[in-house]
């Protein structure tokens, strides 16, 4: 069974660096046949897709956040990571990561999320 | 502003059928991309309910269905009950601005 799990600071300042990684047990990820996400939510908003990684290396982002936004992946310790720059209280969200298929991309395994908070 | 446009909500009385709409565009839906639905609970990981458009995961039960017509899809809950009540988002693929996954805004579900 395929299991995520998010880490990393719970709270961030502002103009700070936001770093999270997601950690993927009961399967590899270097699989050819899944790509890798993070995606986030808002408190009362919905959600929105930050970024998706291959396993090869390469990554793109979501247009609105790609100037602050590198996802990264280290297929020895089957994880992938995020990383947001220059945060302001509306990078507070819960930050979801996630396996992304890669034909029909629909993101069928998810972590529990973490909630990050951006305050001084 | 979500690229999918959803209501924001919907409600219904146990046992009955309730359908979410998720409007796209020609450079989504109406492109020939596939839709997913996912249900989110409070407190717990957003689950994948459809995907393909129409297609139900092992274990989601068949009360939940999906469809999808020119720049639109639906999800349909059938025998509605009370454990049904939570978020529902859809989600595809945009080609427009070098391509990127987008979601709806959400469908706030009431079971009355």
């Known amino acids: 069974q395929l299991q995520l799990q998010e880490s990393g600071p719970r709270l961030v300042k502002p103009s700070e660096t936001l770093s999270l990684t997601c950690t993927v047990s009961g399967g590899s990820i270097g699989r050819s046949s899944y790509y890798w996400a993070w995606i986030r939510q808002s408190p009362g908003k919905g959600l929105e897709w930050i970024g998706t990684i291959f396993s090869s290396g390469s990554a793109y982002y979501n247009p609105s956040l790609k100037s602050r936004v590198t996802i990264s992946v280290d297929t020895s310790k089957n994880q992938f990571s995020l990383r947001l720059n220059s945060v302001t209280a509306a990078d507070t969200a819960v930050y979801y990561c996630?396996?992304?298929?890669?034909?029909?991309?629909?993101?069928?395994?998810w972590g529990q999320g973490t909630r990050v908070t951006v305050s001084s | 502003q979500s690229v999918l446009t959803q209501s924001p909500s919907v409600s219904g009385a146990p046992g009955q059928r309730v359908t979410i709409s998720c409007t796209g565009s020609s450079s989504n839906i109406g492109a020939g991309y596939d839709v997913h639905w996912y249900q989110l609970l409070p407190g717990t990981a957003p689950k994948l309910l459809i995907y393909g458009s129409k297609n139900r995961p092992s274990g989601v039960p068949d009360r939940f269905s999906g469809s999808k017509s020119g720049t639109s899809a639906s999800l349909a809950i059938n025998g509605l009950q009370a454990e049904d009540e939570a978020d529902y988002f859809c989600q595809s693929y945009d080609t427009s601005l070098g391509g990127f996954v987008v979601f709806g805004g959400g469908t706030k579900l009431t079971v009355l």
């Open positions: 996630a396996r992304e298929e890669t034909r029909t991309r629909e993101l069928d395994q």
